[in-house]
């Protein structure tokens, strides 16, 4: 895409904001586009060979520990695998897979359309929030659903209401129950709350998200501890632990991709009919990193690196930190914050974000300036 | 391997009832028993189908004008339906070197097969078709293949077993022998009975008889006594209305099995001068087409956002219209099944020819082979 002059005024406004002239923004697109164009083109068999590793440890982790509930005294190594295997499953294989990061290879075990993740938000619908909603208008305030899913507040343009004083209560009740939460997200309740969704708008989603309920739910708390008989009540609560830890690990990875201090936001109006270059300087400085090593990246299914997951959404994960040192190197050049940090300090980062926006203020009168590259202590 | 034999029947296989059972589909839910049992031997499988190769033979000699051709003798999972004389089945290679899989379709040109039991696919490796090089030049025995279960209606529809008077006529042009040699294997094996007064007419058309397939056995079936009358047409020789009088007097009255290049297909179309009994099957399979109704109207602008191309919208299959419009985007089987056209839809509603389903998502991943516009359209080629 290519700026038209009437367009520019509009164009700039975020580039403004990070101080790019309309000339280094273009430049700075083309240079993210040409990063895009290399990896796809040298998509192959070690990419193939990666994911189907992932497959094979997910799956050996998960036969692992569904037989090893046979072993009371092996229950806590039951549980570590089972939720190993889930977290995977999620991650690694099952956000990635359906972000379509491997549709190229034509293998329908690994197509986006086709696959569907353990967990009980039906794949085909959380697509559409997250694929299209999420990463198109990411961290847009009023557009971006993710920006406090809807539940919280993160960001000062949200309006404060008492409600909003819940909003630790709010989160720690999101972690333990993320699975569901990221499968009613789907239904909209809060645009239901605010009118601007009907019931009737949702009725389309009741079935799938019924029968992904019951299925998830027979599997893991009716029939596989069923198959265990008198340790039954040990393996239900095994599964329920499983369960509830990936709901712990998946809600702290992905809370620390945009809500860490120093990443931006955005309003509507600034992004309007925005080019690819603002689309991705949006999506930089709209995400943010953990640090870490290379275990943290697989278990974190490379949301680890969340800036590069918003700049290519559709590259294989594991191409992440082989781009990485490159974005950051552009980063520099423009000027530009990278927000990076370890796990420990990107999560106190947002949970002192989740207690200060429990309570009014402060009063944004214009979007902050973003940050760049030196002025945050965040920004490494 | 041996728990899972072949030559079992559906009905009398109880590892399959195991294997496609509600319980086991509970417990491996979402992804199914097949994820699992894959990861153990790619020949085990409850649903899916995928076969190994066991043999590779060349067809054609070395001095054959075209390119060459083979037969590849393939043993598939239990999962295997069989399949009816004169069926196609697609076929998926893992491309080694690009990790793609490309999925194409194959006449199988074994008789008749039974649920589990081996069949042989007849490939011709055309220069430009990846999966079809790949399966003569590069295919060994022990290659795994993925399968579907056989398709088609292009089938003998008469049982061996009840035979009629009904004279056969089997008219092919190079590998469009494969259909009618399945069905000519089948007659035969099944006890296919020359006395009784059937005849049935095969008549070949071969670009030179170093590219004729099947030499051998057809010159051993034309000698046999089986009434079967094999004509062999080698070189510039084009098919002649007058030649097939000679042959088969009363022709559009006889059931014929017709399958070829487009030329043969268009002369003998015409000369069957719109005959119910002549039967046809087309390399390019037109699933798409006939199945979306193309007489419908549809109003609107398509357009191919990347080489800034639009064309008002017809009921044809966004593939179709991209390559009416000068386009030349990737595709594969044309059918929906490979993935290798799936694009970028930017914005606008697209109905899918097979199911009839409509989506209107933007920036959506669809196979433009088998979706068609309702309204306008962008899509990103």
Redo the contacts between chains.
């Keep these: 895409m290519t700026t038209t002059p009437d367009e520019t005024t509009a164009h700039s406004r975020i580039a403004e904001r990070a101080g790019l002239t309309p000339e280094q923004l273009e430049a700075f697109g083309g240079e993210l586009d040409a990063i895009r164009r290399r990896i796809l083109a040298d998509?192959?068999?070690e990419?193939?060979?990666y994911i189907r590793g992932v497959?094979?440890a997910q799956?050996?982790f998960e036969?692992a520990g569904r037989a090893l509930f046979y072993l009371p005294p092996a229950w806590p190594l039951a549980v570590a695998s089972l939720s190993i295997s889930k977290i995977l499953d999620n991650m690694e294989i099952g956000h990635n897979v359906l972000h379509?990061q491997y549709?190229?290879?034509?293998?329908p075990?690994l197509?986006?359309?086709m696959f569907?993740?353990?967990n009980v938000c039906p794949g085909e619908q959380w697509k559409?929030s997250h694929?299209?909603i999420h990463h198109?208008f990411t961290n847009i305030v009023g557009k971006d659903r993710d920006v406090g899913y809807g539940i919280l507040r993160m960001d000062p343009a949200q309006k404060w209401h008492p409600y909003y004083l819940g909003n630790p209560v709010y989160a720690l009740a999101l972690m333990l129950l993320f699975e569901w939460g990221v499968a009613l997200h789907d239904l909209e309740v809060e645009n239901i709350v605010a009118g601007r969704r009907s019931l009737a708008d949702n009725k389309p989603l009741y079935p799938g998200l019924l029968r992904?309920i019951r299925?998830?739910a027979?599997?893991d708390y009716l029939?596989?501890p069923a198959?265990t008989g008198p340790l039954a009540p040990l393996t239900l609560a095994g599964n329920a632990t499983a369960n509830l830890v990936r709901n712990v690990w998946a809600f702290n990875i992905i809370f620390c991709g945009h809500f860490p201090a120093g990443v931006a936001s955005f309003s509507v109006e600034e992004t309007e009919e925005e080019t690819r270059g603002q689309w991705y300087l949006r999506q930089l400085l709209g995400s943010a990193n953990i640090s870490g090593g290379p275990l943290l990246h697989l278990m974190s299914g490379n949301l680890s690196h969340q800036i590069e997951h918003h700049l290519f959404p559709d590259l294989p994960a594991r191409r992440y930190p082989e781009v990485a040192a490159e974005v950051r190197e552009i980063c520099e050049r423009y000027g530009l914050a990278y927000n990076t940090g370890p796990l420990h300090r990107q999560l106190l980062s947002v949970a002192k974000k989740i207690c200060r926006y429990a309570l009014p203020g402060p009063v944004r009168r214009r979007p902050d300036p973003v940050p760049t590259a030196g002025a945050d202590p965040v920004a490494a | 391997m041996s728990l899972l034999a072949p030559h079992l029947t559906r009905g009398r296989d109880p590892l399959g009832r195991v294997l496609r059972s509600r319980l086991l589909a509970a417990l491996a839910a979402p992804h199914g028993v097949d994820r699992y049992l894959e990861q153990v031997n790619p020949m085990w499988a409850a649903h899916e189908v995928r076969a190994r190769v066991l043999d590779v033979t060349r067809e054609t000699r070395p001095d054959a004008v075209g390119p060459p051709v083979a037969t590849l003798t393939l043993q598939p999972t239990a999962t295997w339906r069989g399949h009816r004389a004169g069926q196609h089945v697609l076929v998926g290679v893992d491309l080694p070197g690009s990790a793609r899989r490309l999925t194409r379709a194959f006449s199988i040109s074994s008789a008749a097969s039974a649920p589990g039991e081996r069949i042989t696919l007849t490939v011709r490796a055309h220069p430009e078709g990846q999966v079809s090089r790949h399966l003569v030049e590069d295919a060994r025995p022990g290659d795994v293949l993925h399968l579907g279960q056989a398709q088609g209606s292009f089938c003998l529809e008469e049982s061996p077993a009840t035979p009629t008077n009904n004279h056969l006529v089997f008219l092919t042009g190079g590998s469009g022998i494969t259909p009618a040699m399945s069905m000519l294997r089948t007659l035969l094996r099944d006890g296919y009975d020359g006395h009784a007064g059937r005849r049935v007419t095969f008549l070949h058309y071969a670009r030179s008889e170093a590219d004729q397939i099947f030499a051998a056995e057809l010159d051993e079936i034309a000698s046999g006594d089986n009434g079967v009358a094999v004509h062999l047409r080698h070189g510039d020789a084009r098919f002649s209305e007058l030649e097939l009088r000679r042959l088969v007097p009363r022709f559009v009255e006889a059931d014929t099995w017709l399958c070829g290049p487009a030329g043969l297909v268009e002369l003998v179309t015409d000369a069957y001068r719109g005959s119910p009994r002549l039967r046809t099957e087309f390399f390019k399979p037109a699933v798409a087409r006939a199945a979306g109704g193309a007489e419908e109207r549809v109003a609107g602008t398509v357009s191919f956002t990347r080489s800034g191309v639009a064309a008002p919208a017809t009921a044809a299959s966004l593939l179709e219209q991209a390559e009416a419009a000068g386009l030349r985007p990737e595709s594969g089987c044309r059918m929906g099944i490979c993935l290798s056209c799936t694009s970028t839809k930017a914005a606008g509603t697209v109905r899918n020819i097979l199911t009839g389903e409509e989506s209107s998502l933007p920036d959506e991943q669809i196979r433009i082979c088998v979706n068609r516009p309702v309204g306008d359209c962008h899509v990103d080629l």
């Design positions: 998509l192959g068999e990419d193939a060979a497959v094979r799956r050996r036969v379509g549709d190229w290879m034509g293998d075990g197509n986006s359309r569907d993740w353990d559409y694929n299209y198109t992904k299925r998830q027979v599997k029939l596989f198959l």
